[in-house]
T-cell receptor
Framework: DAMVIQNPRYQVTQFGKPVTLSCSQTLNHNVMYWYQQKSSQAPKLLFHYYDKDFNNEADTPDNFQSRRPNTSFCFLDIRSPGLGDAAMYLC?????????????FGPGTRLTVT | SQQGEEDPQALSIQEGENATMNCSYKTSINNLQWYRQNSGRGLVHLILIRSNEREKHSGRLRVTLDTSKKSSSLLITASRAADTASYFCATDQGNTPLVFGKGTRLSVIA
């Protein structure tokens, strides 16, 4: 089945230790998104790729970076995680941004910072 | 930036009852989508309603859209324990990513 896969599902890292979260998709969608979601809050868009074009949200901290080496994979790098970065990180894809396309979400990676 | 605001923030009902959640937004939209999120999981798309539509059905789901009031409602009929989840509206304002609201946490008690 076509899907969005996130690895790992749970990640524990130490304060200040770089961490990378990964996302892959078999949908062949043009757009990939990274969201941060804290408890009982809405998903907060960090950035998205339209194909190879990177689009950063204005309020995304510099600590967060992303890479999309090919259509299928996208990575979220947190260079120096702080305690406030503990959250669920959701990857999503869509065929396009315009023309009312729905987003398909992965199961998320829950990040704990110790 | 946050566009949709769901109301209520939390809702608790008995199995078999209907659940109604509302979403208000601020700017004009192309369409509005509703998503469900089970605890600790990703979001799942439920239904999309376009700005020129007033009502849409999908199984036990009924969505309405009132563009003059900038509001939408999601009705789940004959609720089940498995409907327990958070429900988010998301607005499509054009050539930009969806903007999600804060969500309604629905608890259906068996």
């Amino acid at each position: 089945d076509a899907m969005v896969i996130q690895n790992p599902r749970y990640q524990v890292t130490q304060f200040g230790k770089p961490v990378t979260l990964s996302c892959s998709q078999t949908l062949n969608h043009n757009v990939m998104y990274w969201y941060q979601q804290k408890s009982s809050q809405a998903p907060k868009l960090l950035f998205h790729y339209y194909d190879k074009d990177f689009n950063n949200e204005a309020d995304t901290p510099d600590n967060f970076q992303s890479r999309r080496p090919n259509t299928s994979f996208c990575f979220l790098d947190i260079r120096s995680p702080g305690l406030g970065d503990a959250a669920m990180y959701l990857c999503a894809t869509s065929r396009d941004i315009a023309q009312s396309y729905e987003q398909y979400f992965g199961p998320g990676t829950r990040l704990t910072v110790t | 930036s946050q566009q949709g605001e769901e109301d209520p923030q939390a809702l608790s009902i008995q199995e078999g009852e209907n659940a109604t959640m509302n979403c208000s937004y601020k700017t004009s939209i192309n369409n509005l989508q509703w998503y469900r999120q089970n605890s600790g999981r990703g979001l799942v798309h439920l239904i999309l309603i376009r700005s020129n539509e007033r009502e849409k059905h999908s199984g036990r789901l009924r969505v309405t859209l009132d563009t003059s009031k900038k509001s939408s409602s999601l009705l789940i009929t004959a609720s089940r324990a498995a409907d327990t989840a958070s429900y988010f509206c998301a607005t499509d304002q054009g050539n930009t990513p969806l903007v999600f609201g804060k969500g309604t946490r629905l608890s259906v008690i068996a």
